[in-house]
Every structure is written in structure tokens, then in C-alpha cells.
């Protein structure tokens, strides 16, 4: 997974399932734990070691979250906050991300926005690294983060994915 391993906390050991995801811009693995999503990977990952493949009749977490992505990629539908759970990060990148999950369906924020609103403004970069460490993009739309004058910026499942997934959400 090159965003966040799932991993559980050392005290607390977690069993992490995984289901693969069919979607038009390839196969995504998504992962959950007890508390909810806790990782999802774009297309040409292989599934995390130590997690269990999820059944085909797996009602929780899984089933949910392949449900809300097909609706997200055939309807346009925004993705739920709610099927995430635990997440890892510093408390930088907590505020990052908290301030990504607010950027409606179909707009973008900078970099520097970004990091206006999470108080940092001169950490436009840092926020990169924060998009770049997001367990959950897509649920968490580290998309939505665009350069400055109108460039797109990086983006850990490839450049062209994050142009293709802006231009489905009328941001392009």
C-alpha cells in the first residue's frame, strides 16, 4: 500500500480485511478494520500482507464502502465521511485532512488554501506531503488539492487519475 500500511496499535491487534473494488480507473483495494475504512489502494497494488480477503458476503464496512465508490464513479455521489475509522497521522496531517474532507464535490483548494485554513500558511508544501500520506484518498479527496494557477499538482495514484477523477466531478 503506498499511503498507510494498515496496521493496528501494538496493544491492540486488529484484524484488517481487504475487497477489491472494480472502478474506471482500474481495481481498488479497500480496507477496514472494526473501527471502520482504515486504507484504500489504487490500481497495481497488491493486497497488504496480513490482511484477510473479505468475503462475498461481507454486510460491514466492505460492502458498504464498494457500494458508496460504485455510486461515486456512475452517479456522481459523494462518498460518506462515516465509513472511515482509526486513522494514523501527526496532528498536522489530522487537520489537513479534516480540512480536505470539507471540499464539496466538483471544487478544488490550493495547496496554500489549504494550509491558510489549517492555520499554517506558509506550509503549502507540507500540505502536499499530508495529501501525499492520506490512507484514504477518494474518501478523504486529496484530489480536490490542486497547485496554484490552475495547475493540478502531484498526486499518489498518478497524475492523470486525479485529472480524470476532477474532470468526473465537473472541477476540470
Known amino acids: 500500500m503506498k499511503h498507510s500500511k494498515p496496521h493496528s496499535h501494538a496493544h491492540q491487534p486488529a484484524e484488517i480485511r481487504v475487497a477489491k473494488v472494480a472502478s474506471p480507473i482500474g481495481p481498488l ?5 472494526a473501527s471502520g475504512l482504515v486504507a484504500l489502494d489504487f490500481p497495481g497494488a497488491k493486497p497488504a500482507p496480513g490482511s484477510t480477503s473479505a ?5 460491514g464496512t466492505l460492502q458498504a464502502a464498494a457500494s458508496a465508490l460504485r455510486d461515486y464513479f456512475a452517479k456522481g455521489k459523494a462518498l460518506p465521511r462515516k465509513l472511515a ?3 494514523e497521522g501527526t496532528p498536522f496531517q489530522e487537520k489537513v485532512w479534516a480540512a480536505i474532507e470539507r ?5 478544488t483548494r490550493s495547496y496554500g488554501e489549504i494550509a491558510d ?3 499554517h500558511p506558509r506550509a503549502a ?3 502536499g506531503s499530508a495529501c501525499g500520506a492520506n490512507p484514504l484518498p477518494l474518501f478523504v ?3 480536490r488539492v490542486v497547485a496554484s494557477l490552475g495547475k493540478i499538482g502531484g498526486y499518489a495514484g498518478r497524475t492523470e487519475v486525479k ?7 465537473g472541477a476540470l
Request: glycine share 8%; charged share 30%.
Open 55 to 59: 468475503t462475498t458476503n461481507d454486510r
Open 85 to 87: 475509522g482509526r486513522r
Open 141 to 143: 479527496p486529496c484530489h
Open 117 to 119: 485554513q489549517v492555520g
Open 125 to 127: 508544501r507540507a500540505v
Open 103 to 107: 471540499i464539496p464535490l466538483g471544487e
Open 163 to 169: 485529472v480524470k477523477l476532477l474532470k468526473m466531478e
Open 29 to 33: 483495494l479497500v480496507y477496514a478494520d
